[in-house]
C-alpha cells in the first residue's frame, strides 16, 4: 500500500553509507505522507546491506505500527516530534556523522564560517540544551524532539532556513523538502563541521560576514535565487 | 577437526582490513571455543590477502599448538590471559587502529563524550598502566595480559561492560562475545578515539552526562534494552 | 561548433570528483578560446554523474550564451575578470575543496611550508581581501574577481608564478594553461594546504627558506628547468 | 639486460599510488645491483598510470644513463649518495606523503611514541639539518643525500635501525634491503607519523619507555626476533 514511499525511504536510508555518514546501522531517515498521516522510516538495528523494501516500517503519528513486521527505529518519537512540530518539512534524517557528532560532543553551535555553510544552513547550527535527568529516564526519544523544538522557538529559528540541529552529547538531525533532500543537508553539515574544526584551529575568532551569509543563501533559495537550472 | 572456529576466526581477521584497522599484519583476532579448551589466533605476521583457513592456529590454554604449521600471533599470550581471567568473553582482537593508538600512545583513557561511546562502553574507556622493566624484559605479552586485568580490577571495571582497553603506549585491545562482535567492538573503539581527539581540542571539558550515558548503555544492553530487533 | 572546447571542459569538471575536490555540485570549471574570444564552462547547479557535453556552456566574455540551453555556472562572472585581466592563463577552476576552504574561511594566506608547495607556487597563496557590503550586493561574482586582480595588483603578483588564490570567506579559485593545468593546481593547493594546517600545529613558526624555494620553483619553471622529461 | 631489476623497480613504483603515498609524479623508488654498481630509477615526471617497464632508467653509480631513453628521477644524486654511503641498503623510496611531509616541514624529528614507531624505526626519525644556501645552489640533489649522511653521522645512527629519514622543508626519504622493503618502511613513517601529531596534540609529553621501545624493534630484529615465521 505505501510501496512508492517505503522504496523511496529504502534509497535514501541507503545514501547514508554511500555518503560515509555511518557506521553500522547508526542512522535513520523517514518521509513523510502528510495526507495519509504516516510516516515510513528504516527498522531499528538492522544493517543497511541487507535492508529489504519490505523492512521499511510504517508507522501514524501517534507511533502505531500501520505495515511492517520488524521494530521502526528507536529514534522514531523524535522524528514524529519535528514533523508535527513542522509542517513544512517533509523528511528527516539522524546520523552520528564523524564531524557533526564532534560538534554534537562538544556542546557547541557549528559557527557559520563561510559561504558553503551559508549556501544551505542561515546562521550558525545549533546545539540544543542539555536534556534534564528526568527528561532522559521517560519519554527520552521524544524529549529529544521536544527539546530541539523549544531550542528552534527559544531562538526564533525558522526550520526551513535552517535544516539541522546538534543534540548535546549525541549527535545531528537534518531534514529537508523530503527524504533526498534531508540527506543532501545531513552531507553538507557533515562537510562544514569538519571545516569548522580545522577553521577554528586556525582562526578561533573566525566568523563569516553577515552581508556574505545573506548574499549565499539567497543566491539559492527564496524568490530572488538565481543559482542552479531553477526558472 | 576445528575447521568451523578456524574458518569463523580466518573471516573475522580478514574484518580487519575491511574496516581500516589495519596495516599490513598488524593485528590478530582469535576466538575461544570453551568446551575444548582451546582458541583459535591468527598466525603471526602473515598477509591478510594470502591467509587460509589452514593458516589460522589452534593453541591450548597454556599456549601449546594442537593444530597449525605456523607460528601463533607472537601477542597469543595476551589473549590467553584475557580469557582465563575473563570467562564471559568469547573473541579478542589485536590491532594498531590509527586513533585508539594514539589515544594509547598518549597514555590516557578515551573520555566518554557522547552517545556512540555509551552505546557499546560504559564509561571512559582505560589506559593501563606502563608496564615495568621487568614486566617488559620476562614474559612481556602475558605481562601485558595481566596488566589489563589488575587494571580492571583496581577500577572494579567489568569486562562485559567495557569490551576494550589501551595498553599504554601500545594499542588497543577489544573483545566480546565472540570474535565477530569483538571485531565490532574494535570498530567502534576506533570511530569513537577519532572523535574523540577533535571533541577534546573543540571543548577540553567535554564529557557525557551520566544519566544520557546510562540511558544509552541501558537502552542497547541488559533486560530493558529495546534497540534493535531482539524481543 | 566548440565541440572541442567543450568536450575538454566536460572531462576537466569530471576529474573534480575523481580528485575528491567537490562535493555534489560545488565546484566548476572553464578554459578560453582566445581567438573566438568566448569560454566554455560547467552548467549551473548541475550534478557530474549526469554532465553531458552539451550542458556545457559557450558565452562571450561579456556574458552572454552564445552555445547551450543551460545558465552557466553562477560564478561565471569571475572566471571572466580573471581572464580579461591575465592574458596568460587559459583554463579557471573554483572548488570548495576541503582543507583549501579551511584557509579561506580562517581569512589566512596559506603559507609556503616546503618544496611541494614551492614546486608550484611561488610564495604564500595569497587570501584576497573581504569584499565590502556594496561589493556583495550588487555584482558580486563580478566583484569576487575584480578584488581577487585588486590582491594580486597590490602585492605585485604575477598569476603565472602564482596560480591561484583563496577568497576570503569562500573558497580557493585556481587557474593553468589550460583547463586540466587548472585542475592540477587545484590538487596540489588541496594538498598543501592540507599539510600546512598540520605544519602550523606542531611549528607555528615553520616558513620554507627562499633559497629552497627558488630551487624548487625554478627545478620546475622557466629556462633553467631540469624536472621531467621536457627538453 | 637489467630487466628483472627494472619490472621490480616499476611494480615498487607502482605500490606508492597503492598506498596512497604519492599525489601525481611525487614520488620515486630506485633499487641497486650491487654486483653489477647500477641502480635502476623511476623517469622524472611521468605518472604512475602509463609507467612501463622500458621507463625504468638504468644509472650507475656516477649517475651516467645505461639503460633508457627518459631522463632519470631529479632526485637521483641523491639516492646515489645514499647507496654509496651505505653499503647494507638495496633499495630507496623518496615521497612527499601528507603526514612525514608535515614533519618535515616542521623541521622537526618524528617522535618515537609507541610500539608501531618501536617495531621498525629503533629511536626517533631525525630530522636532517637545513641545506645552507650554497647547497641549495649547486649540487642541489646530491648535497641533500651528504646532508643525510652527516646528520646520520653526527646522531651516531645505524641506517639498518633507522630506516628513514627527514629532509627538513622537504618531505622523507625511506630504505630498506630492497625496493619492496623501502616501501614498506615508507608506508610505516607515513603511519607513524600521522599518529604522532594527533598524539601530541593529547600528551605534548608523550614518548616511548626505552625499554618497551627495545622490547618491541628486537622482537622484530636481530638475532633474537621471535615475531612471524622466520626461523
Known amino acids: 500500500m505505501f510501496r512508492t514511499l517505503k522504496e523511496k525511504v529504502l534509497k535514501a536510508n541507503l545514501l547514508l553509507p554511500k555518503y560515509h555518514l ?8 523517514s518521509e513523510i505522507d502528510r495526507e495519509k498521516q504516516v510516516i515510513a522510516i ?3 538495528g538492522v544493517e543497511y546491506d541487507h535492508m529489504q523494501i519490505d523492512d521499511i ?8 505500527i500501520i505495515e511492517g513486521t520488524l521494530n521502526p527505529s528507536s529514534d522514531t ?6 514533523y508535527k512540530a513542522y509542517p513544512n518539512i517533509g523528511g528527516i534524517v539522524h546520523t552520528h556523522s564523524t564531524h557533526a557528532t564532534v560538534w554534537a560532543q562538544a556542546g557547541k553551535d557549528i559557527p557559520a ?3 558553503t555553510h551559508a549556501d544551505y544552513f542561515y546562521g550558525d547550527i545549533p546545539c540544543a540544551r ?5 527528561e532522559i529516564q521517560h519519554d527520552y526519544e521524544k524529549n529529544t524532539g521536544m527539546v530541539i523544538v523549544e531550542e528552534f522557538s527559544n531562538r526564533k529559528l525558522d526550520p526551513v532556513a ?5 543534540v548535546s552529547g549525541h549527535a545531528p538531525f537534518c531534514w529537508g523538502k523530503d527524504s533526498f533532500d534531508a540527506v543532501h543537508n545531513a552531507v553538507v553539515m557533515e562537510e562544514v563541521a569538519k571545516m569548522a574544526i580545522s577553521t577554528c584551529f586556525l582562526n578561533p575568532l573566525a566568523h563569516i560576514d553577515q552581508n556574505l551569509s545573506d548574499k549565499h543563501y539567497f543566491r539559492k533559495h527564496g524568490a530572488n535565487a538565481y543559482y542552479g537550472q531553477r526558472k
Open 22 to 29: 555511518v557506521t553500522f546501522t547508526w542512522g535513520n531517515v
Open 162 to 166: 535552517m535544516p539541522g540541529v546538534l
Open 77 to 82: 518519537p523524535t522524528h514524529l516530534e519535528l
Open 130 to 134: 542539555s536534556l534534564s535527568a528526568q
Open 113 to 115: 564560517l563561510g559561504t
Open 57 to 64: 516500517v510504517i508507522v501514524d503519528l501517534a507511533g502505531n
Open 42 to 44: 528504516k527498522p531499528s
